[in-house]
């Protein structure tokens, strides 16, 4: 008989986990055939097979030796993790399984500390995550278990911030479905303090119980679950940046299945200072696929209060526009923020002065991602309340179809040319001045002609250290080039005026995008060695990257203020122990 995908993953020899080398065999694990959950799995006969699981769900896998239970949680875990959408297990009642785990370890600590129980209440939340992930008829079945009061328990930070972790990403999946989400609300009321709380603080504590602690310092069983047996401290830090970048973002993500639906959003604002945190959580190197804080700014943007107190906040303004002229992945959805507030009218006139020059700088936007068209719709909101701001361009472009094109054109080329020279020669104003009167008769429609005139005024600024007039040239640059974000001196230039302003985020951001050119560029090119491309990292890049990295650390604030109290503390030592 051929095994299923689940009979065969729970036969195979799992990776190893941690101070669990092995899953017993049944011919040698000692126990009774119907009560052992391997020797159940390994049965043939399919009916046989399935009633004895649902039997071993049912409670007589309660009473099992511990090391058994975290044996076989483990193998759960696994399952889960390579098949979500498989409905053997979860028709058969693994819920109410988990369920009694979980509760079980809240109410009675002695068998919690007992053995390798420790480990039963995150493989449990982790399963219901990851069966609850994609089905939402996995997610009402879990939900008719029970399992929302024990993950609310586990979310309350009763064990640790890895169990945290596990329960917030099982609500959240359980909250994004029209189904499930009622239950889920039911606890509405603690549920949007406690991801307030958990996305606000979880950095801190992640550092002050795992990373700021060194070697037999932190909890055996933390060092297992991240590096599952792995020895470095290297490769725990790392895991824990990770870690602590989704406990964070999938916080995140559970507040905004309620503030998609209108749900908490007077709890949402009591949360002072919300939205400069939200600026600040944006997923980081080590977990960018989640849109995080910009992805609930523009959910909140879409409604009355939300505008009004994100408009009323200068540093969440200038957040959005450095990410609405960013190469980040999340550009577009800044651009939706700052759209979203200069349409309404109450408040343009808070947001107007600061918004419109970012925005002027996007208007020849053609594409960005799956976005089309993304620039007319920023023109129709500028037209609609700066008329007066195009007129010269329409004119200019009037001018254009009414003259000679290839003159203008040839004109302009020849202008940027003598900017160019001029920039050799050292005149570094005599330069801009030119490429500004390039770019005057320069046809709108030659948009690679004024991406290359736009990127040359940059470095012109650079040189002058005015890096927000570089950051809108090359913004203007990237704006125009096909496709959108891919001119790569105009990345680096960018990248370096961010480091100027100390926006480590931003500068970041549009390094990495410009190594990605560098490295299509070479490809195209057949450089290296016998036609190989040589995949080095120029080394101003590779040092700009290692600079910004180590400034974006998401543990970086955390370090600097333990750093600080220590330092408070050795003073008071010291005056403490000097002579009065």
Request: glycine share 6%; charged share 25%.
């Amino acid at each position: 008989m051929r095994p299923t995908p689940i009979n065969s993953a729970i036969e195979s020899k799992f990776v190893s986990t941690p101070s669990f080398d092995y899953y017993p065999k049944p011919e040698s694990c000692g126990a009774t055939p119907s009560s052992c959950f391997f020797c159940i799995m390994a049965e043939h006969d399919p009916s046989l097979r399935r009633a004895r699981i649902a039997r071993f769900f049912k409670g007589s896998g309660l009473l099992h030796d511990a090391r058994d239970l975290v044996l076989v949680l483990i193998a759960l875990w696994h399952v889960a993790m390579a098949h979500p959408d498989d409905d053997e297990f979860p028709s058969l009642g693994i819920f109410d399984f988990l369920k009694g785990l979980m509760e079980r370890a809240a109410r009675d600590g002695s068998w919690l500390l007992r053995d390798r129980n420790v480990y039963i209440p995150y493989y449990a939340a982790h399963v219901i995550g990851s069966y609850t992930m994609n089905r939402p008829e996995f997610a009402k079945e879990a939900v008719l278990s029970g399992v929302v009061p024990p993950l609310v328990e586990l979310m309350r930070g009763t064990m640790s911030w890895v169990e945290q972790r596990a329960a917030v990403r099982a609500l959240g999946h359980l909250a994004s479905y029209e189904e499930t989400f009622g239950a889920v609300a039911v606890y509405e009321e603690e549920i949007i303090p406690l991801a307030l709380r958990v996305m606000t603080t979880c950095v801190d504590n992640v550092y002050a119980s795992f990373v700021g602690l060194k070697g037999e310092k932190r909890p055996d069983y933390h060092r297992d679950l991240l590096t599952r047996g792995l020895i470095g401290t290297e490769l725990e830090d790392r895991r824990a940046e990770e870690w602590a970048s989704q406990l964070q973002c999938w916080s995140i993500y559970l507040l905004s299945c309620f503030a998609t639906k209108g749900r908490g959003l007077h709890l949402i604002w009591d949360e002072q200072g919300l939205q400069r945190e939200l600026c600040e959580t944006w997923g980081g190197i080590m977990y960018r696929n989640s849109p995080a804080g910009i992805g609930l700014l523009r959910i909140l943007c879409r409604t009355q209060v939300g505008r009004e107190k994100i408009s009323d906040c200068r540093q969440v303004i200038d957040a959005l526009c450095n990410l609405a002229r960013s190469a980040g992945d999340w550009q577009y959805m800044a651009i939706d923020c700052l759209l979203l507030l200069l349409n309404d009218r109450d408040t343009r006139k808070k947001v107007e002065e600061t918004i419109t020059p970012c925005l002027l700088d996007l208007v020849d936007l053609k594409t960005l991602g799956k976005r089309s068209r993304l620039g007319e719709q920023i023109s129709r909101a500028l037209n609609l309340y700066h008329p007066m701001r195009f007129i010269e361009r329409d004119d200019e472009f009037m001018s254009c179809e009414q003259s000679d094109e290839r003159k203008i054109g040839m004109l302009a080329k020849l202008l940027k040319e003598k900017g160019n020279m001029l920039f050799r020669d050292g005149n570094i104003k005599g330069a801009i001045s030119k490429y500004s009167e390039a770019l005057d008769v320069c046809p709108r429609n030659l948009r690679k002609e004024r991406m290359v005139i736009h990127s040359n005024r940059s470095q012109c600024y650079l040189h002058l250290q005015e890096p927000d007039k570089a950051i809108s040239d090359t913004t203007r640059a990237l704006s125009l080039s096909s496709p959108t974000n891919s001119h790569g001196k105009s990345l680096w230039r960018r990248s370096q005026a961010y480091d100027m302003k100390g926006l480590a985020k931003e500068s970041l951001m549009d390094c990495v995008m410009y190594v990605r050119w560098w490295f299509k560029s070479e490809r195209n090119n057949n450089k290296g060695v016998n036609g190989r491309m040589m995949k080095i990292i120029p080394y101003y890049a590779s040092s700009m990257i290692r600079k910004q990295k180590e400034a974006t650390w998401l543990f970086r604030r955390s370090e600097l203020k333990t750093m600080a109290g220590n330092m408070v503390g050795d003073d008071e030592r010291n005056l403490a122990s000097d002579p009065i």
